[in-house]
């Protein structure tokens, strides 16, 4: 019998690895910036809206081949006919349209990847597992102007990051305002607007946490369902318990006592 782990099981274990163990993206206290509380929405409207902003502006370097078109279409509320019509953009290896039932991957070469940005855009299935929906959410809102950054972006919650603020059009370019806390030390108090983008600061807000939310489902797809089976057998498990408790008092009522 072969014991060996899949090719499949292998890149899903190092793509978690590598999350996890990246430098400088590991905790927002390398960054120092404070995460803010974020809760995901599991609605269907917030999740066909997160699916919307992540394949428009993500799926092009990053790839969530972990999880597959039809999958997603299922369990957000969509038809197969309209995720394939409205979000699937990439094509297969003979150029034709790529299929719902294939995995949610891109057209980005390993090789291409690590010319543009130095390193291959990391696998965003499991994102929001290893590094929590508060520091993707923060990361998010977290982009400023820097022009000495090869993409003219940077980051408070990931320094010197090598991702371009692909959401600038919409949100506008910021530049962080920092406060001495009174320790000699310069703490990020905000964010100055330095140039106005397509929404206004709630209607970007919303966005992000559309597209956090979708990045949460995608990480544990399954979530909701689990957890409903979870309460259907705890409660089936407790009416039996009562059962059992009656049962037993019938079946000894009878039997005399010592």
């Not at 994102?127 to 408070?156: C, H, Q």
């Not at 692909?166 to 030390?185: N, T």
Request: glycine residues 8%; charged residues 20%.
């Amino acid at each position: 019998m072969n014991m060996l782990p899949s090719k499949k099981s292998l890149r899903l274990v190092l793509s978690v690895a590598v999350l996890v163990a990246s430098p400088g993206i590991a905790t927002a206290a390398g960054g120092g910036a404070a995460l803010e509380h974020f809760t995901p929405e599991r609605s269907d409207r917030a999740l066909q809206r997160g699916a919307k902003t992540f394949m428009n502006y993500c799926l092009s370097c990053h790839t969530a081949d972990y999880h597959r078109y039809s999958h997603m279409a299922r369990d957000i509320g969509l038809s197969n006919e309209a995720v394939s019509e409205n979000l699937i953009f990439t094509t297969d290896k003979k150029g034709e349209r790529t299929k719902i039932g294939a995995l949610m991957g891109n057209n980005m070469s390993t090789d291409y990847g690590k010319q543009a940005f130095g390193a291959v855009p990391p696998n965003l299935t499991l994102i929001a597992r290893s590094r929590g929906v508060d520091w993707l959410y923060t990361y998010m809102k977290s982009f400023y102007l820097d022009e000495s950054r090869p993409f003219g972006a940077n980051n408070t919650v990931f320094p010197q990051v090598g991702m371009p603020h692909v959401l600038a059009g919409l949100q506008g370019w910021q530049k962080p305002v920092y406060e001495s806390d009174g320790h000699g030390h310069e703490v990020l108090s905000g964010f100055q607007q330095i140039t106005a983008g397509k929404l206004s600061a709630q209607e970007y807000d919303s966005l992000v946490t559309d597209l956090v939310s979708f990045l949460d489902y995608l990480g544990d797809p399954n979530r909701e369902a689990r957890h409903s089976l979870g309460i259907k057998v705890m409660l089936f498990l407790l009416v039996f318990l009562v059962l059992a408790v009656l049962l037993k008092k019938e079946y000894w009522k009878d039997v005399p006592h010592s």
